[in-house]
T-cell receptor, first 114, second 113 residues
Framework: QQQVKQSPQSLIVQKGGISIINCAYE??????FPWYQQFPGKGPALLIA?????SEKKEGRFTISFNKSAKQFSLHIMDSQPGDSATYFC?????????????FGKGTTLSVSS | KAGVTQTPRYLIKTRGQQVTLSCSPI?????VSWYQQTPGQGLQFLFE???????NKGNFPGRFSGRQFSNSRSEMNVSTLELGDSALYLC????????????FGPGTRLTVL
């Protein structure tokens, strides 16, 4: 119940295309869903996050879509660029409960070809 | 503000040895979390410290331990190293909760031979 399942494991997208990464969870107590981006040799960095009171959040070219009934959320990267090539992790937690941890998906390696 | 710093960046040890890794959080951050990252298992939560107290612990054996000092700096220790402990160990800090925005350090790459 604590797992977050992420797919696909790897993704190749043409420059200018749309990258879509999906995550699913089981624990209905989760109420905070961030996405992290990691470049080689660096630690993950927060990209965008959503709480279940909204179905979509957009920040620049990055959009999170959230489907509470299906217990799924996804990251869309519009107009993908070579600089977006990185590993992306979804995560989930119960944000209002101190002492709980972020549970991460296993990551998606995105390659944007020019 | 300076980011999260971790030392050392790289470490090579042999089986059976022990190792201590250090993390300095962003100034003013009181929550420090540790993660193990491997290609097969991804990012796995080790433990979280807040105000020198372990507030949460992941599913790792007792060989993995940690502590936090009064200045919020944290150390983690792995005793009796095994080959499977080879990984990138990441430290993340946040203001109060591990579920606030976490700021990750660059990690310590541990290789066990």
């Amino acid at each position: 119940q604590q797992q977050v399942k992420q797919s696909p494991q790897s993704l190749i997208v043409q420059k200018g295309g749309i990258s879509i990464i999906n995550c699913a969870y089981e624990n209905t107590a989760f109420d905070y869903f961030p996405w992290y981006q990691q470049f080689p040799g660096k630690g993950p960095a927060l990209l965008i996050a959503i709480r279940p009171d909204v179905s979509e959040k957009k920040e620049g070219r990055f959009t999170i879509s959230f489907n509470k009934s299906a217990k799924q959320f996804s990251l869309h990267i519009m107009d993908s660029q070579p600089g977006d090539s990185a590993t992306y992790f979804c995560a989930a937690s119960t944000a209002n409960q101190a002492g709980t941890a972020l549970i991460f998906g296993k990551g998606t390696t995105l390659s944007v070809s020019s | 503000k300076a980011g999260v710093t971790q030392t050392p960046r790289y470490l090579i040890k042999t089986r059976g040895q022990q190792v201590t890794l250090s993390c300095s959080p962003i100034s003013g951050h009181r929550s420090v979390s540790w993660y193990q990252q491997t290609p097969g298992q991804g990012l796995q939560f080790l433990f979280e410290y807040f105000s020198e107290t372990q507030r949460n612990k992941g599913n790792f054996p007792g060989r993995f331990s940690g502590r936090q000092f009064s200045n919020s700096r944290s150390e983690m220790n792995v005793s009796t190293l095994e080959l499977g402990d080879s990984a990138l160990y990441l430290c993340a800090s946040s203001p109060f909760r591990s579920t606030d925005t976490q700021y990750f350090g660059p990690g310590t790459r541990l290789t066990v031979l």
